[in-house]
């Protein structure tokens, strides 16, 4: 199997146990599905990683695209994953969505 061009994390809040879980989790309920879907569906060379806890619940959920090492906040909605699967294909960053 070929190493994909990028992976795209998505951050699902697993921590140790015992520890809470942030809001990540709770707010991507269906989103890799999703992801998984339209990276296929664009041809796309992308894998797809459910991550434990990336630590910036303030930003959450976030996603984190390499290895462009882009951090993107707030990704709660299909359309603003679109934005950001369009920003990829188009290889320009969504501002509106990074965190700085």
């Not at 709660?76 to 509106?96: C, F, M, Q, Y």
């Amino acid at each position: 199997m070929a190493i994909p061009e990028k992976q795209i994390l998505v951050c699902q809040s697993f921590r140790v146990k015992g520890d809470p879980k942030g809001i990540c989790h709770k707010q991507t309920d269906g989103f890799l599905q999703y992801l998984e879907e339209e990276i296929l569906d664009r041809g796309l060379d992308i894998q797809i990683i459910a991550t434990g806890c990336l630590k910036q619940c303030e930003n959450g959920p976030v996603m984190v695209i390499q290895p462009d090492n882009l951090w993107y906040k707030g990704v709660n909605s299909t359309d603003i994953i679109d934005e950001i699967l369009d920003g990829i294909e188009d290889g320009e960053p969504v501002a509106d969505y990074l965190i700085a």
